[in-house]
């Protein structure tokens, strides 16, 4: 551990920016050698300080989840946005005519309501939007089916004047389930096929396919396999997690964000208790590793408990660990970690370099 990381009144949360900046270029680099654009999906870092590196590194524009986290960002000058999420409500689809106003937005339809409320807006502004159509990556969460499903929704909102239908959207969350890299690569390789055969069907109907957008952090990081379609939507790739780390796709040296925790009691030889738990850390699970996170340089000590102020560590033999000691802690969903936080402290080379705001913090409406 650093002797900057062991100043820090605790918990923590710290990015490392050379690592990050490491983890942006090099998924850039790689996707554009199989001629993939990358967006990046800012709900990982919800820092417009990060987001305006990853597109001065060469981002093609970003992707968000909600208008919040849009707003946010369009406001600190990022102008290309991606909103990955449906505009329901009439609240919301005058934010979006809003933001449309000083930005690039553009945004998914899943629904025949959903795409009309939004032709209904622009058209009534003399304006467009475009749109991708959301096909469902196996989640059942939105989209719609792939193949003929597609174009026959594609057919019934050809004629709404409001929107450009533009390409598609594919969100393959089933990739999480995955035990190694070859797994990682059938899915990449599913989600390329599934797009690019339906985007197919709807060119020869005459629609537009310009933007066929797909890539996972996980599928984002195996691009030979997702050749073909024309861009990724990579999240928390910028940090690296414990997800990354156990199916391979990532060493603890290639993650930048961690907590950083004090040991303040020991019950027994094998448990001691950190000044961290679900407020601070996380508490989502891993698929396929126990506990709430990784402790560098010492892995075989297990985060087994949390509660909202304390953590749980244990050893089968006698806990090394003693009252005091510093941890850094890789979490198991980095995502989550930065929306907990107002602030992070950014450390280069070991030295501390500023504090960044987490100015999208709770901007989930």
Known sequence: MTEGFKKLPTPAVVVELDIAWQNITKMLEEAKKHGLK?????????????????????????????????????????????????????????????????????????????????????????????????????????????????????????????????????????????????????????????????AKMLKSDGFEMRVLSAGSSFTGKVPEKLEGITEIRSGHYIFNDCGQLDVGLATPEDCALKVIATVVAKPDKHVVIADVGTKSLTSDTCHHRPGYGYIVGQPEIEIYALNEEHAFLRTEDENPLRIGDRIEIIPNHACVVTNLADRVYGFRDGEFECMIDIDAKGKSV
């Open 38 to 198: 990358h967006r990046p999906h800012v709900k990982t870092h919800r820092s417009s300080f990060l987001a305006k590196a990853q597109v001065r590194a060469g981002c093609s524009g970003i992707c968000v989840a909600k208008l919040g986290g849009a707003e946010v960002m369009a406001e600190a000058g990022i102008d290309d946005i991606f909103v990955a999420y449906p505009i329901i409500g009439e609240d919301k689809l005058k934010r979006l005519l809003k933001l449309s106003e000083t930005v690039a937005v553009s945004t998914i339809v899943n629904s025949v309501e959903g795409a009309r409320g939004l032709s209904d807006a622009f058209e009534k502004s003399g304006s467009k939007v475009d749109v991708l159509i959301e096909i469902d990556g196996g989640l059942n969460r939105g989209g719609v089916k792939p193949g003929e499903a597609a174009l026959q929704f594609a057919r019934s909102i050809r004629e709404l004047k409001g929107i450009n239908i533009v390409g598609l959207m594919y969100y393959g969350g089933l990739v999480y389930d995955s035990r190694n890299i070859h797994e990682i690569e059938a899915y990449a390789e599913e989600e390329r096929d599934i797009l690019i055969q339906t």
